[in-house]
């Protein structure tokens, strides 16, 4: 028994002293790295701005006259802009580094006096600067409650809920549709109504049930309105019935 226990003993202070070895090591040549001279910065993973507008705002479009430039300083100068939820910042040789960007998920646009806002995850609005790339989102009108839309502000409002709602359930449903919806129209808190870049008509969505009115229209669009281009509208605000008609028109 004491032969086992001094083993036991020996062997936890061998793995004991690779540990603080280990652990020294990462953390000397980290140390090393941050007083490197860095001569450049990539970027990756940018989508909303290009590489320019990500440095200038970072102040690092021109990096020669920086002084005591770390990856922890670049890492939090990226992740400060409004659109970066994470930055991941790396050597990839003695003198450049690579920037990671992971932006934040934009849900939709809004107008909100005359002026163009992101509404992004978990509600926050966003600013839309000048020299942004305009994706494929839809636009969110109409939105009940008056509502003062402040940048890096998080709203709670039930209409960008619902909004959101359908916009998650048109991506886990098929990414075209996702990318062919160009407006939810709230109507102030009214029955949603649905438009689509690749669609000629007005969707009556309504509310509620969104991932089962989602594979429905996915259906209809697939299979039905393929060969039959003459409705004025989808109606898909009862959960189980459809109606694809005509509106009525009066005569004078």
């Given at each position: 028994?004491?032969?086992?226990?001094?083993?036991?003993?020996?062997?936890?202070?061998?793995?004991?002293?690779?540990?603080?070895?280990?652990?020294?090591?990462?953390?000397?040549?980290?140390?090393?790295?941050?007083?490197?001279?860095?001569?450049?910065?990539?970027?990756?993973?940018?989508?909303?701005?290009?590489?320019?507008?990500?440095?200038?705002?970072?102040?690092?479009?021109?990096?020669?006259?920086?002084?005591?430039?770390?990856?922890?300083?670049?890492?939090?100068?990226?992740?400060?802009?409004?659109?970066?939820?994470?930055?991941?910042?790396?050597?990839?040789?003695?003198?450049?580094?690579?920037?990671?960007?992971?932006?934040k998920k934009i849900y939709g646009v809004i107008i909100n006096n005359n002026e163009a806002l992101f509404v992004a995850e978990k509600f926050q609005v966003l600013p839309v600067f000048t020299n942004t790339k305009m994706i494929d989102i839809p636009i969110l009108s109409n939105i009940s409650e008056s509502i003062e839309f402040k940048t890096l502000k998080t709203i709670n409002n039930s209409d960008l809920l619902q909004a959101f709602k359908i916009i998650d359930a048109a991506g886990l449903t098929n990414a075209n549709i996702l990318n062919e919806l160009a407006e939810i129209n709230l109507r102030n808190g009214g029955d949603v109504v649905l438009t689509f870049s690749g669609l000629s008509v007005p969707v009556i969505f309504g509310r509620n049930y969104e991932a089962c009115k989602m594979v429905t229209l996915e259906a209809l669009i697939n299979n039905y309105l393929v060969s039959n281009t003459e409705n004025d509208y989808i109606d898909l605000r009862f959960y189980n019935d459809i109606f694809i008609g005509h509106t009525q028109r009066a005569e004078l």
């Open positions: 028994m004491e032969r086992e226990t001094k083993i036991k003993i020996i062997g936890t202070g061998i793995f004991i002293v690779l540990v603080l070895g280990i652990g020294y090591l990462v953390y000397y040549s980290n140390e090393i790295k941050e007083d490197l001279i860095i001569e450049s910065i990539g970027i990756s993973g940018n989508n909303l701005l290009s590489e320019n507008d990500y440095l200038s705002f970072t102040k690092l479009g021109d990096i020669v006259n920086e002084n005591r430039l770390t990856l922890q300083v670049i890492r939090s100068r990226f992740e400060k802009h409004p659109y970066i939820h994470k930055a991941d910042v790396k050597f990839i040789n003695e003198t450049e580094v690579q920037v990671f960007l992971t932006e």
